[in-house]
């Protein structure tokens, strides 16, 4: 499966376009790690513990694209866009969305 954030891959040729297709993320923030950022940030440097639970949700954001892709026959998607976003009370969610066209190259 080709996942790209632009719309067409060089030496591919788009056969079929199946849609607008996405992925979400949702994952709740742990007071430790809220605890455990707050010190970092006081101190300086990079809060490692968010910077984790990022990544997993991007990652699981792609998968379920992914997945998505697949379910409609398609062998790529072309124009991903990754959306951040705080959700819940207090901001305490974080919400990861990836969203793209499915497509089918030749």
């Known amino acids: 499966m080709l ?25 709740g923030a742990n007071l430790f790690k809220d605890i455990f950022a707050s010190i970092t940030d006081l101190v300086g440097g990079r809060s490692g513990s968010y910077e984790r639970v990022l990544r997993e949700a991007k990652q699981n954001a ?20 990754l959306d951040y976003e705080t959700i819940g009370q207090s901001s305490s969610m ?8 499915a497509v089918t190259f030749e």
Not at 68 to 78: F, I, K, P, S, Y
Not at 94 to 101: C, D, P
């Open 62 to 81: 792609m998968q379920e694209l992914e997945y998505n892709a697949r379910a409609l026959g398609a062998n790529a998607v072309v124009g991903i866009d």
């Open 94 to 101: 974080l919400m990861v969305t990836a969203s793209g066209t």
């Open 3 to 27: 996942l790209s954030t632009t719309n067409s891959i060089e030496g591919h040729t788009i056969k079929q376009y199946h849609g607008v297709i996405s992925g979400e993320a949702i994952i």
